[in-house]
């Protein structure tokens, strides 16, 4: 049964990141998101025996959408951000993990929202709701692991500019949604 709602819930993910991509005009990259399915599902194939964390799978599934669609027009639509806080609300409130959901949320989503105001739209503000949708995820942390997500999603948002021509590199500001999932992966292995 745990693998037919997996199966289930990878053809739902893939659905609706092929209607994500078509409804913001951007290459939804079939073959790389088939890869990338298959790669969370086998990693996540020692899982089923244990707690499944379907936020963070959601996050991880959407996440990819997301990624696209930040490098393709250096944004982050309301529309997947506040579906996909409901979606991960739902989700935590069956797993018993709600409060400390709601509290993650909100320390995310005022950490960057100080950040966006102290860099001066530095930080976008898609960048802000991303976050506090991974909040939503992680739940509640400390500051110092709020000081260290930061530092290494701007660590990974800097190399990814490598290569590109000084004028290029800055233009539209840093796509920061790939930095920030996989600082989120990296500091707590989703």
Not at 53 to 70: M, P, V, Y
Not at 84 to 99: A, D, G, M, R, V
Not at 155 to 184: Q, W
């Amino acid at each position: 049964m745990e693998i037919f709602a997996l199966v289930t819930f990878y053809i739902l993910g893939y659905l609706i990141h092929i209607f994500l991509c078509r409804r913001f005009n951007t290459d939804p990259q079939r073959f790389k998101t088939f890869l990338l399915y298959l790669f969370i599902a086998l990693i996540l194939a020692g899982a089923l025996s244990q707690n499944l964390n379907l936020a963070a799978l959601s996050l991880l599934i959407i996440g990819w959408s997301i990624i696209l669609i930040d490098y393709e027009f250096h944004r982050i639509p309301n529309f997947i951000t506040g579906y996909l806080s409901l979606l991960l609300l739902l989700i935590q409130l069956f797993q018993h993990y709600f409060l400390d959901s709601i509290i993650g949320g909100v320390e995310f989503l005022i950490f960057f929202g100080l950040l966006n105001i102290i860099s001066r739209g530095g930080i976008g503000i898609g960048d802000v709701k991303l976050a506090g949708l991974i909040g939503l995820v992680i739940g509640r942390v400390t500051f110092l692991e709020l000081i260290n997500f930061t530092l290494l999603a701007a660590i990974l948002g800097l190399l990814s500019t490598l290569g590109k021509s000084r004028p290029k590199r800055f233009k539209g500001g840093i796509a920061f949604a790939a930095p920030m999932l996989a600082a989120a992966i990296w500091i707590w292995p989703i």
